[in-house]
């Protein structure tokens, strides 16, 4: 009897010790490739699949990002990305540019079809045109939190919503790294 209670003590310890090392998650980067779209002013489309309209050209200071595998249905809206050039040491920047993802778009295998802006934000200074140049370059990105300082999470009715049949709702401003799977709407 003694015995078992010590193993029990003993197995009981090392679960405690070990399954916080288990669970402990260090956030990675993915390889992957990416590209860029241009438009008039480099900042991003109104018409982006996501339905943000003119948020979506402008969030982030306009480092915005069409993507095809992180899209999800709709569910990747909003999400935000450190995406790093790994093409050139030379020309790409360390850090790389934070993404908000506003539309849906695939390329030449890429999973981010960046604006001109957030582009070129990849570039160490004076050497944007020389990635340009490259136009589809090799990249790392991970997740991370969305930061808006000064806002809070807005609901925006979608101006194709149909009273009484059809309501569609866009969430603007959305913080933090998770995702919004489904939304309730109570009615009484």
Not at 30 to 56: M, N
Not at 66 to 93: F, W
Not at 159 to 181: C, F, H, N, T, V
């Amino acid at each position: 009897m003694g015995f078992s209670l010590k193993l029990q003590y003993y197995c009981l310890v090392c679960v405690m010790v070990l399954l916080p090392a288990l669970c402990y998650s260090k956030d990675y980067f993915v390889k992957s490739r990416a590209t860029y779209y241009g438009s008039s002013d480099g900042l991003g489309t109104t018409s982006g699949a996501c339905g943000f309209g003119e948020y979506g050209r402008n969030i982030s200071s306009g480092n915005v990002a069409g993507v095809y595998r992180l899209y999800k249905n709709g569910v990747g809206c909003g999400a935000c990305y450190q995406v790093r050039c790994t093409t050139n040491p030379q020309i790409c920047t360390k850090k790389g540019v934070n993404v908000v993802v506003t539309d849906y778009g695939q390329g030449d295998n890429t999973d981010f079809i960046l604006s001109h802006h957030a582009y070129e934000a990849m570039a160490r200074t004076g050497t944007a045109d020389r990635l340009l140049a490259y136009g589809v370059v090799d990249v790392e990105y991970q997740r991370v939190p969305c930061q808006y300082v000064g806002h809070k999470i807005q609901v925006k009715v979608h101006e194709y919503s149909r009273k009484p049949d059809y309501l569609a709702i866009i969430m603007l401003y959305q913080a933090g790294k998770s995702d919004i799977l489904s939304v309730d709407i109570w009615q009484q």
